[in-house]
C-alpha cells in the first residue's frame, strides 16, 4: 500500500493561505527549497486540488526557461514537470504537464491510487487534503510552520468527526525560524 503525505507551509495560526488565496508569506529559504524539491523527487504520484494545481502549474513548467532563473529552480522545474500527477476537479477541462484530470469522486480515486504499488503520494491543496483527512487516508503530515500570523484564510486542518492520534516523527529548523514537524498516523 502506497504512503499519502498532506505537507503544505502553514502560517503559525493555521492557514496555508491567506485570505484571496495570497501565498506571499511563504517564501521559503534556499535551504526550504531545497527541501520541498527533494520531496517532489521523491514523490511517486502528487494529487492536487484544481486551485493549487492551477497555481503551479502557471508557473513551474517553464520557471526554468526564464531569465534569472536559479539552478535550484531550474532542478525543481524538471522534477515537477516529471512527477506523475494527479488533479481531481469539476470545473476544468483538462490538465497538460504528465498529468491526468479526474472530475469524478476524489475519495474512490485516492483510495484505489493508495491501494497500487508505487512511489508514495503526496497530497497538495487544503480543500482535497480535507476530504482525505476525514476519510482517514492521510498517512503522514509534514507541517512547515513559518513564523508569522495571517489572522484567516485557508486552514491547513479541517474539522474532523473524530480525533487522529499522530507519532512525531521528525523535527528540523529551517532559516527565518521555519519549522517543519512531520506526524505519522497511528492506526
Not at 484544481?50 to 513551474?60: D, F, I, N, P, T
Not at 522534477?79 to 490538465?95: E, G, L, Q
Amino acid at each position: 500500500m502506497r504512503e499519502l503525505t498532506f505537507g503544505m507551509s502553514v502560517s503559525l495560526d493555521g492557514y496555508v493561505a491567506a485570505p484571496g488565496d495570497d501565498l506571499g508569506w511563504g517564501v521559503p529559504s534556499d535551504e526550504l527549497f531545497q527541501w520541498w524539491s527533494d520531496r517532489v523527487a521523491a514523490t511517486g504520484t502528487a494529487l492536487y486540488g484544481r486551485r493549487l494545481w492551477e497555481a503551479m502549474s502557471s508557473h513551474w513548467p517553464t520557471a526554468d526557461q526564464r531569465p534569472g532563473a536559479t539552478p535550484a529552480e531550474i532542478e525543481f522545474a524538471g522534477r515537477w514537470r516529471d512527477m506523475p500527477k494527479v488533479v481531481f476537479s469539476s470545473t476544468i477541462s483538462s490538465v497538460d504537464w504528465n498529468a491526468r484530470l479526474v472530475s469524478g469522486d476524489a475519495i474512490s480515486e485516492i483510495t484505489r491510487l493508495k491501494a497500487e504499488d508505487g512511489g508514495p503520494l503526496d497530497i497538495a491543496g487544503a480543500t482535497l487534503a480535507a476530504a482525505a483527512m476525514r476519510e482517514g487516508l492521510i498517512d503522514e503530515y509534514a507541517v512547515v510552520t513559518h513564523p508569522v500570523l495571517i489572522g484567516g484564510g485557508k486552514p491547513f486542518f479541517t474539522a474532523l468527526d473524530k480525533w487522529v492520534n499522530l507519532t512525531l516523527v521528525e523535527t528540523r529548523t529551517f532559516p527565518g525560524g521555519v519549522v517543519l514537524t512531520r506526524y505519522e498516523t497511528r492506526r
